[in-house]
């Protein structure tokens, strides 16, 4: 293929007889190499360096390169952490950067991680490895001259090797797909999408995903927005995979026939007549067709709906600013709205103790209420949606994660369609409290108190909310009306 050129080159090499300066585009994750992976790399070398063939190369893996023209750059779409780490090193054993280095980096993740990265080189860097490493230090080096080509293979190496997460793909994905004639407003899109993004991924949200903390996109996407868009019906409910949260957010996604920093709207119960909205030059705030402006600290009132379609570029990078700021205003203890307040303290008092699954359910179905009614009812809301989920609890021994889907699935309705589809809060409470299966659950509480369990401590953090820890024998028969007499009393 003309338009692909692979060959192998020495790190030296690579930069010195670069055709344009080496660079990193707006879309590329921040510098994350923390001080195993540096002590790591230090050692390997060392080990190099003092073993008993050290004329040999030392292979790092491959490179992939973009060639912009147009821009005159050679563009990292794979090997920035490698090349970063190592332009540090040799910077350290040089006291310069290398010829063509023009990596810039405009997170802050990566400006921590940098420093961090020279103090752990300084720490463990020995004599014996000096600047003559960088002629042996070798890559397989991938150039191409389209940067869509530059991403098939890009896909086409995670998805043989180590994967990156979807959520990666799908911000590359959409960064690219910010495309105007206006060059400089390309950049500056791209680069206020990508800045949010990071800004998203670091947002404390208090969710007990501990594996997952130090991405929140991540959860967002798999846990929430995938599920609340894919289970729909009594059918369609299998959990999320790679590829299906690909398909959803980058397949199915609508090209933009406007410009760049515009996005169409839809007609909802929070947009009647409004049929675009346009992030304004200096992206402090929105335009909703020149009528209305919202501040960027209102991301959350923007006229989306969850299940609504999804415009490629910047449509996709608002979507998901919205319902990530959802979430974490749901979840603000420091609010000073009512609503959230208690809704706040019942979940910490009893939604946090519950099984993942339960509680992911519970935080999905909240988080559709929201976006419909926001948090009007939202307390009487939780209540009697922990009425249903809670049901679940005292019939099961065990909530598995196959536990979630026939909860939907073996309903008259299913409940997120119910909330997507009411008209007032009231539709969405009655449903939850006129459901003769859950009552007959709580009628056949059978839970021995005098045993310690999952069970047992559900029904007394219940018992403790609702004002009657000193009875833990009273049956759960009666939870419906413990709801309906503390909602008469809050008000």
């Not at 821009?71 to 910077?91: F, N, P």
């Not at 999952?454 to 018992?463: E, P, T």
Request: some cysteine.
């Amino acid at each position: 293929m003309s338009n692909v050129h692979v060959n192998v080159q020495s790190f030296k090499t690579l930069f010195n007889n670069a055709c344009h300066p080496l660079d990193l585009d707006t879309y590329q994750r921040p510098y994350v190499w923390d001080e195993d992976k540096v002590k790591q790399l230090i050692n390997d070398l060392n080990d190099y360096i003092t073993g008993k063939t050290p004329s040999n190369s030392y292979y790092m893996g491959a490179i992939l390169l973009h060639k912009n023209a147009d821009k005159k750059k050679l563009y990292i779409i794979d090997g920035q952490q490698r090349l970063t780490a190592l332009s540090i090193l040799y910077s350290q054993l040089t006291q310069s950067l290398p010829q063509n280095n023009s990596l810039s980096y405009h997170s802050p993740i990566s400006v921590k991680n940098i420093k961090q990265t020279q103090r752990h080189i300084s720490q463990y860097l020995p004599d014996t490895i000096t600047d003559n490493i960088f002629d042996r230090i070798c890559f397989s080096v991938i150039m191409v001259d389209s940067e869509d080509l530059a991403f098939t293979f890009f896909d086409t190496q995670n998805n043989r090797g180590v994967k990156l997460n979807a959520t990666d793909l799908l911000k590359a994905y959409h960064l690219r797909a910010i495309d105007n004639s206006n060059e400089q407003l390309n950049h500056d899109l791209q680069k206020y999408c990508a800045q949010q993004w990071e800004k998203l991924q670091r947002l404390p949200i208090r969710i007990q995903e501990t594996q997952e903390k130090s991405d929140f996109v991540k959860v967002l996407f798999e846990k929430y927005l995938w599920r609340a868009r894919v289970w729909t019906g009594q059918k369609n409910l299998s959990y999320e995979t790679y590829d299906g949260v690909l398909d959803e957010f980058q397949n199915k996604t609508l090209e933009v026939e406007s410009a760049a920093d515009t996005v169409p709207l839809y007609r909802s119960r929070h947009n009647r007549h409004s049929q675009n909205i346009t992030l304004l030059p200096n992206q402090t705030s929105y335009s909703v067709d020149e009528q209305t402006t919202l501040n960027i600290d209102s991301t959350h009132k923007i006229p989306f709906v969850i299940r609504q379609p999804i415009s490629r570029g910047v449509g996709f990078f608002l979507y998901a600013d919205k319902y990530m700021t959802l979430l974490d205003k749901l979840l603000n203890i420091g609010s000073k709205n009512n609503d959230i307040q208690d809704f706040n303290h019942f979940y910490d008092k009893v939604i946090a103790h519950l099984s993942p699954y339960l509680r992911e359910l519970f935080l999905l179905s909240t988080l559709m209420y929201v976006d419909q009614f926001g948090s009007k009812k939202l307390y009487p809301f939780a209540l009697w949606l922990d009425y249903a989920l809670g049901a679940l609890r005292v019939e099961k021994d065990n909530v598995y994660k196959a536990s979630i889907p026939p909860f939907l699935r073996d309903k008259a309705l299913n409940l997120l369609d119910v909330i997507a589809n009411a008209f007032t809060p009231e539709q969405v409470i009655n449903h939850l409290k006129d459901d003769a299966s859950t009552q007959k659950i709580y009628t056949n509480d059978n839970i021995d108190m005098s045993k310690n369990g999952v069970k047992q401590d559900y029904k007394k953090r219940i018992l403790n909310y609702y004002g009657l820890e000193d009875n833990l024998e009273v049956s759960l028969n009666n939870k419906a009306q413990w709801i309906e007499n503390h909602l008469k009393g809050h008000q």
